[in-house]
């Protein structure tokens, strides 16, 4: 990290778009966009929704975002990152959780990112027939030509157990 270094501490809260001349660190919480010239580091009390750009990228708190770091990229031991990665090196310490797409060495930029951004996992979805109050997810509604179709398998499925009628003999 760099001597001349701009922190946004904990407890602050900011929503936009930021760049930073020299190097930056995160403590608080942000949404947006981040880009550094050098180097960037989201600081284990810090929590971004947000794209980051710079030279270095050092994760040791929470991102919701894509990171592009143009030379490496460190995800710490608590770093939580949800998001795609472009990064000339990576190094991943254990207990770090990432869950996404990445593109790591020499021409990484240079490549499309062939997947969107990941989504968060999903909760899990009420099942029918159960006091659903409580919960916020809506139960998708059935259509009727699944409706029918299932109906018309209920029947060939209910028919196999029983006996055949017996063919009427050829003349």
């Known amino acids: 990290m760099a001597d001349n270094v701009t922190v946004i501490g904990p407890g602050s809260v900011i929503k936009g778009d930021m760049a930073f001349d020299n190097a930056a660190r995160i403590q608080g919480t942000f949404e947006g966009t981040i880009s550094a010239k050098t180097d960037l580091h989201i600081?284990?009390?810090?929590?971004c929704k947000a794209d980051l750009t710079a030279n270095t990228v050092q994760i040791d708190g929470s991102v919701e975002g894509d990171v592009v770091a143009h030379e490496s990229l460190q995800l710490g031991?608590?770093?939580?990152?949800?998001?795609?990665?472009?990064a000339g090196t990576l190094v991943v310490v254990q207990g770090a959780t990432f869950?996404?797409?990445?593109?790591?060495?020499?021409g990484a930029e240079s490549i499309a990112p062939a997947n969107p951004r990941p989504e968060t996992p999903a909760q899990p979805r009420p099942r029918p027939g159960t006091n659903n109050s409580a919960r916020a997810t809506p139960?998708?509604?059935?259509?009727?030509?699944?409706?029918?179709?299932?109906?018309?398998l209920e029947t060939k499925l209910a028919s196999m157990g029983k006996p055949r009628p017996a063919?009427?003999?050829?003349?």
């Open 77 to 86: 031991a608590k770093a939580r990152l949800v998001g795609n990665i472009t």
């Open 43 to 47: 600081g284990d009390t810090g929590s």
């Open 167 to 171: 063919a009427a003999p050829q003349a």
């Open 139 to 152: 139960v998708p509604t059935v259509t009727a030509d699944l409706e029918a179709t299932l109906a018309g």
């Open 99 to 106: 869950i996404g797409h990445c593109r790591v060495g020499a």
